[in-house]
């Protein structure tokens, strides 16, 4: 791997995040190319991303899924509404601008938006090093303002690195995952393995996972299908409008600069418009589909509420379960053709790759990242260079950091940052 200098940064991986600040690195260039002549105020970058091609939780691309946030809050247009790159640029493009406004829905299927991520994604795949992974990001002796980013195909050197590694599955302690115990996002790589199942469960109270026992049901026309979770029922997601605001751009600079114990309040008053609730029309459905099942005397579905699973432990062709209610602490044994461990996802550690550079990063009292407000990581002046995170930021930036909501201001923020640490002028 060759370079004529060092980049102007290297984003670590290519999901959505880096897409976005690809499409904020190329929109700077052209305004640089039509306005100024001086063209190294234009950022050079390079992506690396170990998946052979772009793809996002393709495992439950399920049938007719639908986004849980608006398609205007897309790559780009809350930052340029203009922008090519857009969603209703990909609609006109493929001829379904009309017919999307004839759908008379702001929440395109999921199908549909990971459509419009590849389009996007198609533009820039000369900018990216698939199937490539990043094993290290090492300081560069004698130059401080410097690093080098050590992947599979050798070294890239840059002035920043932007860290957007993405989500890591979280499964309960002691769960060994197998042929028949799954996390989610495997469900639609793997399902193809399971053949005429007689039950199948699904632990987990949030949306995958009521999405999960709505698609097995369906698809398993014989099967009896057990959801297992501690809540009393699902808990709806608040999509109210007023609630909403806590994803806003200006809900970021509130949320960086409240105290602490107002941040943990915000964060804990608003943790069901994320965090195990599911859409109020999919737990509808379900309830429906399980009374009319209570009705017929055929009930395949079925829900053990405040309960969890305490074993499940693969034993040939089948799983041995146990589920033990948490009212009384009695315990039902199953055994299950099919686990799927809906129990959602942690973001990934961005130290993990920085080595030696992860002592020269600033913690605060609870031992976490200091991360300024335009995302680059705090560290000890020995360290000039910048590093950069998107996702691992909620403690800081609040409860858009992992999601969809914010990505198209915080990319054009990362930029503005390093082109501004650089001294260069659009």
């Known amino acids: 791997m060759t370079q004529d200098g060092p980049l102007d940064l290297v984003g670590v991986g290519f999901g959505p995040s880096n897409l976005a600040l690809a499409v904020a690195i190329a929109e700077h260039n052209a305004a640089v190319a039509e306005h100024d002549a001086n063209t190294s105020a234009r950022l050079r970058a390079r992506f690396v991303e170990r998946q052979a091609e772009f793809g996002w939780h393709r495992g439950m691309l399920l049938e007719d899924a639908t986004m849980q946030v608006s398609f205007l809050k897309d790559l780009v247009t809350l930052r340029n509404p203009a922008s090519e790159y857009g969603f209703l640029s990909y609609l006109h493009d493929h001829d379904r601008l009309v017919d999307f406004i004839n759908y008379g829905s702001a929440f395109p299927t999921r199908l549909e938006f990971h459509d419009y991520l590849e389009w996007v994604a198609r533009r820039f795949a000369g900018d990216v090093d698939y199937g490539t992974e990043v094993t290290g990001v090492d300081p560069v002796p004698g130059a401080p303002d410097l690093l080098d980013v050590v992947t599979t195909r050798g070294r890239l050197r840059t002035r920043n690195v932007v860290l957007a590694t993405g989500l890591t599955p979280q499964l309960p302690d002691g769960v060994v995952p197998g042929e028949r115990i799954w996390h989610s996002r495997d469900l639609l790589h793997r399902i193809d393995r399971i053949v005429d199942p007689e039950r199948v469960i699904v632990v987990g109270a949030g949306q995958s996972?009521?999405?999960?026992?709505?698609?097995?049901?369906?698809?398993?026309?014989?099967?009896?299908?057990?959801?297992?979770?501690?809540?009393?029922?699902?808990?709806?997601?608040?999509?109210?409008?007023?609630?909403?605001?806590?994803?806003?751009?200006?809900?970021?600079?509130?949320?960086?600069t409240a105290p602490a114990e107002v941040k943990r309040m915000i964060l804990g008053y608003h943790a069901n418009t994320n965090y195990s609730?599911?859409?109020?029309?999919?737990?509808?459905?379900?309830?429906?589909?399980?009374?009319?099942?209570?009705?017929?005397?055929?009930?395949?579905?079925?829900?053990?509420?405040?309960?969890?699973?305490?074993?499940?432990?693969?034993?040939?062709?089948h799983v041995k379960v146990a589920v033990e209610s948490l009212l009384d602490g009695t315990r039902e044994a199953l055994t299950a053709d099919l686990v799927v461990y809906a129990t959602g996802y942690r973001p990934s550690d961005p130290c993990a790759l920085l080595g030696e550079l992860a002592g020269s990063c600033r913690r605060d009292e609870a031992g976490?990242?200091?991360?300024?407000?335009?995302?680059?990581?705090?560290?000890?002046?020995e360290v000039r260079a910048g590093i950069y995170v998107q996702g691992a930021t909620e403690h800081t930036h609040g409860l858009s950091s992992t999601l969809l909501s914010n990505i198209a201001v915080r990319s054009g923020e990362i930029v503005e940052s390093i082109v501004a640490r650089a001294g260069a002028t659009v």
């Open 277 to 317: 609730v599911v859409d109020p029309e999919l737990i509808e459905s379900l309830y429906r589909r399980h009374y009319h099942e209570k009705v017929s005397g055929r009930e395949r579905l079925r829900f053990l509420n405040v309960s969890r699973v305490t074993e499940a432990v693969a034993a040939g062709d």
């Open 368 to 381: 976490r990242l200091v991360i300024d407000r335009d995302y680059r990581v705090a560290t000890n002046p």
């Open 209 to 256: 996972a009521a999405e999960a026992v709505e698609h097995l049901h369906r698809r398993f026309e014989r099967a009896q299908v057990w959801a297992v979770f501690h809540r009393y029922g699902y808990s709806p997601a608040d999509d109210t409008s007023f609630a909403n605001r806590v994803f806003d751009p200006a809900a970021v600079d509130e949320f960086f």
